[in-house]
């Protein structure tokens, strides 16, 4: 057995900061962001959105489109590492609002890997033959966590939440692969945990993100073409057979120099980072759902997911959309 996706849904805050709303709380420019990073605005929740009501909308939404009742969920499976508090997980309070009474809950900490990895889990569990249907959410308040006095890392971040309902269907698994190395930890490092206030904490800069950019650029595009070259050798096919690769949006750069690597056409890389920024682990279900709404996914299309992230983590699947 293996999961296959049947529906997606996405949250996105009603706010949001353009570049030259960023230009006034730190030095820089609407230029210089879209330059660099190719992203305009981004989304930042207000007091009555957190990663648990965006979780729960996504969430919701992604079980309207798969036609899927709350009370069929085997398992909820959230990923964040901006959760409203440190217990209960995200994933129980998505189960309390849906009323899925059936789930098992639980929470993942991958970081924008996360998405793919919570995808990886519910593949094992439904080859295991212990669940049929897994709801996935990806869902962040980075706002919260956002150093607002670094020019650096701050214009990239935004909040939202996506979601896929992933159910067994009969068929063997396909490859995926993913990694992780503890000892780059420092390059994208947040030591405290989530202060929701983040105008009323203290100058506390461990409670901040804290980012050695170049690093993690120089990374990516290594590891990227790196997990999709392998996934392509897995399944005996080249990049001309993939209709799309769905990546991790962090910088427009990134996925070009992705394309680039892979000799792929830039417009088999999907990017919605010019209106949300970097989402973390929800910015692949976004996407994804952005593009099933469009009806840009069709039936039987080969796709490649992967991203990457503090840990330092990587991951990627191989997937065909359903019909
Ligand atoms: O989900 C994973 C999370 N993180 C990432 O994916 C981050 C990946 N890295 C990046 O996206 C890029 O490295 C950044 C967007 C963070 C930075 O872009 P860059 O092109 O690598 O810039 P840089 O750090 O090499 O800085 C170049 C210059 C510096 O000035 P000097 O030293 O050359 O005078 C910076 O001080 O640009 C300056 N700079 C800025 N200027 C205006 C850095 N940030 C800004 C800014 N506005 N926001």
């Not at 189960?95 to 990886?120: E, I, K, N, P, T």
């Not at 439904?126 to 650096?152: F, K, M, P, V």
């Not at 999907?270 to 039936?299: F, H, V, W, Y």
Request: negative net charge; charged residues 20%; hydrophobic residues 40%.
């Amino acid at each position: 057995m293996r999961g296959r996706i049947c529906g997606t849904g996405s949250y996105l805050p009603e706010k949001y900061y353009d570049n030259n709303d960023i230009a006034k709380i730190v030095e820089t420019s609407d230029a210089w962001i879209r330059e660099r990073t190719g992203i305009v605005r981004r989304h930042v929740a207000s007091g009555y959105e957190t990663t648990v009501s965006m979780a729960v909308e996504a969430g919701r939404r992604a079980l309207e489109n798969g036609h899927v009742l709350p009370e069929k969920i085997d398992m909820i499976l959230v990923s964040t590492i901006t959760p409203n508090a440190v217990i209960p997980g995200v994933a129980f309070q998505v189960q309390a609002a849906l009323g899925a009474d059936r789930a098992v809950c639980f929470d993942l900490s991958a970081a924008c890997s996360g998405f793919v990895f919570a995808y990886q889990t519910a593949q094992a569990y439904i080859a295991a033959g212990l669940y049929q249907t897994i709801l996935l959410i990806g869902s962040e308040t980075l706002s919260a966590i956002n150093n607002w006095e670094d020019r650096s890392s701050c214009i990239l971040f935004g909040d939202g939440a996506g979601a896929a309902v992933v159910q067994a269907e009969e068929g063997e698994l396909y490859p995926s692969v993913a990694g992780s190395d503890g000892t780059m930890g420092h390059v994208l490092a947040c030591e405290s945990r989530v202060q929701n206030d983040w105008q009323q904490r203290e100058a506390d800069r461990k409670t901040y993100i804290d980012m050695d950019g170049t690093a993690v650029f120089k990374f990516a595009v290594r590891k990227m073409p790196e997990m999709a070259k392998s996934l392509m050798t897995q399944m005996h096919c080249t990049e001309a057979d993939i209709d799309w690769f769905i990546t991790h949006q962090a910088n427009e750069r990134i996925i070009e120099a992705i394309a680039k690597r892979l000799k792929s056409d830039i417009a088999k890389f999907p990017m919605n980072i010019a209106e949300c920024g970097n989402t973390s682990s929800a910015s692949i279900p976004i996407l994804l759902d952005e593009m099933n709404r469009s009806g840009q996914l069709k039936g039987g299309q080969k796709i490649i997911m992967a991203g990457f992230g503090a840990g330092l983590s990587w991951g990627a699947v191989y997937m065909e959309w359903h019909a």
